[in-house]
């Protein structure tokens, strides 16, 4: 990647262009991050732009990476009082509040739901919104012991994007039947899991 910030100033134009990205998507599509379009948005010569930026692909990444801290985040501030003494129920909330913040986030939706990313995601940046899930379940289930219990919810997260991903593709947006999908497999991945921990 091509992004070279050490400077509180570059570090200032860096997210400049991040938000410049997110603009764009809120009104147009994906291919309209270029370089000369993000710098119009941004207020900054292209030559700034390509400084930090070689290709919008980077810029992309970055704003993926973005979301996702965004979906953790509000994943772990929406934690209620409210108690799950059951596995379905709290995995039916976990799944509800990621979909929440995808369909109230159409930047979200049309870089990540709706588009193959590339490069793709890294898992350390899936990590930070797994980790949120599993501390969840965790809080209110006592979970049994299962191999690679991190692992897991990895992967159980990826379901979820992937079914509200193609959701998206088969329906044009996401609705209740992606939700309702998500929350079967992620359920059946989990079981299976713990059924194979010994």
């Known amino acids: 990647m091509g992004v070279s910030a050490k400077q509180e100033r570059s570090k200032l134009r860096v997210a400049k262009i991040i938000e410049a990205a997110h603009q764009i998507l809120l009104t147009q599509d994906i291919d309209d991050i270029t370089i000369s379009n993000l710098a119009i948005h941004s207020d900054l010569k292209r030559t700034s732009t390509y400084k930090f930026f070689a290709n919008?692909?980077?810029?992309?990444?970055?704003?993926?990476q973005r979301y996702f801290k965004e979906c953790s985040e509000?994943?772990?501030?929406?934690d209620s009082n409210h108690e799950y003494e059951d596995l379905s129920k709290a995995l039916e909330e976990?799944?509800?509040?990621i979909f929440n913040f995808f369909t109230?986030?159409?930047?979200?939706?049309?870089?990540?739901?709706?588009?193959?990313?590339?490069p793709p995601v890294e898992s350390k940046i899936l990590h930070l919104l797994s980790q949120e899930v599993l501390s969840f379940i965790e809080k209110n289930i006592k979970l049994p012991s299962m191999f690679n219990k991190e692992g897991v919810f990895l992967v159980m997260v990826q379901i979820i994007i992937s079914i509200f991903?193609?959701?998206?593709?088969?329906?044009?947006?996401?609705?209740q039947i992606g939700k309702s999908e998500a929350q079967r497999a992620s359920y059946s991945y989990l079981l299976s899991c713990i059924a194979q921990k010994d």
């Open 94 to 97: 976990s799944v509800v509040r």
């Open 104 to 118: 109230t986030n159409i930047g979200a939706q049309k870089i990540i739901l709706q588009n193959t990313v590339t």
């Open 74 to 78: 509000e994943f772990r501030q929406s």
């Open 165 to 175: 991903s193609l959701n998206i593709k088969e329906n044009g947006e996401l609705n």
């Open 56 to 64: 919008p692909d980077d810029v992309k990444l970055l704003l993926v």
